[in-house]
Structures are given as C-alpha cells and as structure tokens.
C-alpha cells in the first residue's frame, strides 16, 4: 500500500492502514492538520456566506438536530470544531445563564467570524485542534457537528475528548444530511478534504471501543446522529 493510500485511509477512519490500533505519528498528524487548517481558513468567508441566510431565518433542520442533544439549563458543553459559531446560539439557549459554552476550533479564520457574531459571560473561544485540546474542565455534553470526517487521526480525538467528558456526560456526534450524503460531498471537494469520511456503523464501533466510550445511540438514516457515553457509565440504550 502507497503512502499517499495509507493517508486516505487514515482520513476515513483515523486508523493506521496497517494496524487498528496505532496513531499517526505526531509529524504526520501535524501536516494532516495543518493542510486541513489552511483549506477552512481559505473557505471561511464562504462557508459563512452560505449558512448565514440560514442561521438568520431559523435553521429547522439544525435546531430538530439540537433538540435531540438533550441539553439542560447548568450543563458545561463543549462545541467541537465550532466553525463560525452556527450551534453557539442554540446551544445558550438550552444551557442558559448558569450554564457554560466553550468554542473550540483550530481555523483562525472561522473563529474571528464566530467571536464577532456571538459574545455572552458564560462563552470561551479557544482555537485548538480538538485531537490536541487540553481542556480546562469536564462537560456534560461534548458536540462534535460537521467535525468527525475532518479528524484525521479519529482514535486520537475521541480519546481526548471522551477523557474530558463527565460522569454521565454524552458524546454527540451529528451531520444533517446522511453519512452517504456527507461522503459524497467530501469526495468531490478538494484535497485534503476529499478524503475525510465518515466511518461505517462498523468502523465507528471499533473507534468507540478503543476509545473507552460506550455507543448508546445510532441514527444513519436520513441524518448522521451518533450518541456515547463513557465506558465505565452504565446507560440503557436509547430505543428508536
């Protein structure tokens, strides 16, 4: 197997092509995040143009997605690759006052389009590679929308995240189009991000496994919703 192979196949699942168990290694992974870094810094002032239309008119899709986050006046919530901020709103809504945000992306770009756009007390912005996060708090919830396909050592990010997570906290992993859609559209985008995916039900499984975190929930329907907790919770699962 190429090197250039080995790579696209890390980009989709975040695991080494030869075993499924090993990180890229750390002057890899740099240069995979930073190609990723520089692609969404050139396309920020885009990607907000796009959204913004639908953010000032109520995104229904993107706010049925929120309300299954189940989140809670108090809660600390982690928004993970927040972009432009297009969940921050939403997001104080639910957890109010008492509650705390932190935004955390590793593109500049879409971070100083999100920091001028939303500002409240209980609100942090940290621009970090979420795989490398060290995080000063524990949360609740941890959102991961739009965010998994880009990940490129997967394994990695969700270990640091889910070290992060409370007891009782849940992962949330969310696309608003399904895993064949969202494949797809990477697939025609340039490189490096041509090659970020999605993994299969199968794949996510054994990711969540070596991760330490338990899957409670799987939507691969019409949308992408994935739902964990940590492995050493006890939940039911989720009936759907």
Known sequence: MSQKQKLSSTAKT????????????PDVLEQEISSRRLFFDQVAPAWEEEHS??????DSALQSLVNRFDLEPGQVVLDAGCGTGRLLPLILEKIGPAGKLLAVDFSEKMLEIARKK???????FYRADISQFKSPCQ????????????????????RTLGATLKPGGQLIVAHTASREEVNAF?????EPVCYDQLPDSREMAELLLA??????????????FLRAGRDDDRFDKIPR
């Open 211 to 224: 991760a330490h975190l338990r899957l409670i929930e799987l939507d691969e329907g019409t949308i992408y």
């Open 14 to 25: 975040g695991l080494s092509a030869d075993s499924p168990h090993n990180h890229l290694l």
């Open 139 to 158: 949360f609740d919830r941890i959102i991961c929308l739009c965010l998994l396909p880009h990940l490129p050592d997967k394994l990695l990010a969700l």
């Open 53 to 58: 239309d639908a953010e000032a008119e109520g």
């Open 186 to 190: 990477h697939a025609r985008l340039p």
């Open 118 to 124: 939303y500002r409240a007390p209980n609100l942090i």
